[in-house]
Structures are given as structure tokens and as C-alpha cells.
């Protein structure tokens, strides 16, 4: 079955630490996605990625890094810069870029600092 | 800013009624709307998408879009328990990469 799989489900980070977090599609889509969401926030755009090789900053950027060597895998670290990083990451590829295709997430991982 | 704006509920029905979930959007350029299902600790889930005025319809889902008004809402005919979740509208714009996400109305039926 084609999907998106991310892991791991839950991961605890201790101050000062990096880590991150693999998102993997075999759904043959070119753009991929990265979200978090924090309780009545909503969905925030980290980084986007529409082919290999490129990527760009969505609305919170700062403290996280990407990374898209391949079409399947666009991996997130969460550095030590940023400050609050407890959420639930959410990783959605789709289709193309653009704004008539809708999204598929994987599962999500859950990040506490512990 | 391109704001989605959603009614943070919660929204309560009882069983076997109609529920009515509402988002309105600020930019006329918006050209796509989608409607996720978001159960609690779990990823989104799209359910219904549409592009053009009027209504779409699949199973017990009614999406209506309204371009001129600028809403779109969606309709869950003979509500179950297990619609009980929170659901989100996003918005696709001309020339944006991205969709933009409102921040979810959370619905429970009542059984």
C-alpha cells in the first residue's frame, strides 16, 4: 500500500539536543511538506519541498533544518535553537506544489523536551 | 496573510442529526478548498475537496463552496458518533506552493 510513513511515533529531546525526523512516501509524489501543531493553532508550515534538491522556508522556519537527497525521503531536525519545539510534526506529501491537489500526512510524531 | 477562519466549536449534534461546519477565506485568489477529518491524536484525513461554485456531494458529505461570499462549509448528513473529530478547511491560492490551514472545528455527536 502506498503512503507516508513517519517516524518514530514519539521522541523525547533533552536541552541543547538535535534530532530528527524521517519522512518517508512511496506514493511517487514530488512535493513534501512539513507541519506543526500545537493545541488551537492549527497547522504551521515549517519547510516545503517541490523537487529534489530544493526546498523552502514556510512561516516558521527558524530552529529547523531539511533536507530532500531523494523523492521519497524529506527528513526534519529540530536543532537546539529552537526554543519550544514540543508538538505533533506532521509530514503531507502531494501530487506537485501548487493549489489544486490536497495532501496526505503520515501518522505524525509527537516531540516533548524533556 | 492568508487567513482561514474556522468557528473553534465545539460543535455539538445529536446522533442522526445534520451537522454544519463553516470557514470563510480572505483571499480572492483561492482557487481550491478541501475538508479534513483530524480524530483526536491523529493525523488529518482528507474527506472532500471542491473547486467550483455550488455543491458537492459524496455518501453522507456535502461540500459547498460559495466564491462570491467567500465560505465554504460542509455538511455531515446522519451524523454518527464516529464523525466525532475535529475538522479542518484548507485553502489553495493561484501562485501559492502551499495550502493554508484554518485552525479546525472540533465536533461531537451525542448519541
Known amino acids: 500500500d502506498g503512503g507516508i510513513t513517519q517516524s518514530p511515533k514519539y521522541l523525547f529531546r533533552k536541552e541543547g539536543q538535535n534530532v530528527t525526523l524521517s519522512c518517508e512516501q512511496n506514493?511517487?509524489?514530488?512535493?513534501m511538506y512539513w507541519y506543526r501543531q500545537d493545541p488551537g493553532q492549527g497547522l504551521r508550515l515549517i519547510y516545503y519541498s517541490q523537487i529534489v534538491n530544493d526546498f523552502q522556508k514556510g512561516d516558521i522556519a527558524e530552529g529547523y533544518s531539511v533536507s530532500r537527497e531523494k523523492k521519497e525521503s524529506f527528513p526534519l531536525t529540530v536543532t537546539s535553537a529552537q526554543k519550544n519545539p514540543t508538538a505533533f510534526y506532521l509530514c503531507a506529501s502531494s501530487i506537485s506544489g501548487g493549489p489544486d491537489y490536497g495532501y496526505t500526512f503520515g501518522s505524525g510524531t509527537r516531540l516533548t523536551v524533556v | 496573510q492568508k487567513e482561514v477562519e474556522q468557528n473553534s466549536g465545539p460543535l455539538s449534534v445529536p446522533e442522526g442529526a445534520i451537522a454544519s461546519l463553516n470557514c470563510t477565506y480572505s483571499d480572492r485568489g483561492s482557487q481550491s478548498f478541501f475538508w479534513y477529518r483530524q480524530y483526536s491524536g491523529k493525523s488529518p484525513e482528507l474527506i472532500m475537496f471542491i473547486y467550483s461554485n455550488g455543491d458537492k456531494e459524496d455518501g453522507r458529505f456535502t461540500a459547498q463552496l460559495n466564491k462570491a461570499s467567500q465560505y465554504v462549509s460542509l455538511l455531515i448528513r446522519d451524523s454518527q458518533p464516529s464523525d466525532s473529530a475535529t475538522y479542518l478547511c484548507?485553502?489553495?491560492?493561484?501562485?501559492?506552493?502551499?495550502?493554508?490551514f484554518g485552525t479546525g472545528t472540533r465536533l461531537t455527536v451525542i448519541p
Open positions: 484548507a485553502v489553495g491560492l493561484v501562485g501559492a506552493n502551499n495550502l493554508f
Open positions: 506514493l511517487n509524489h514530488d512535493a
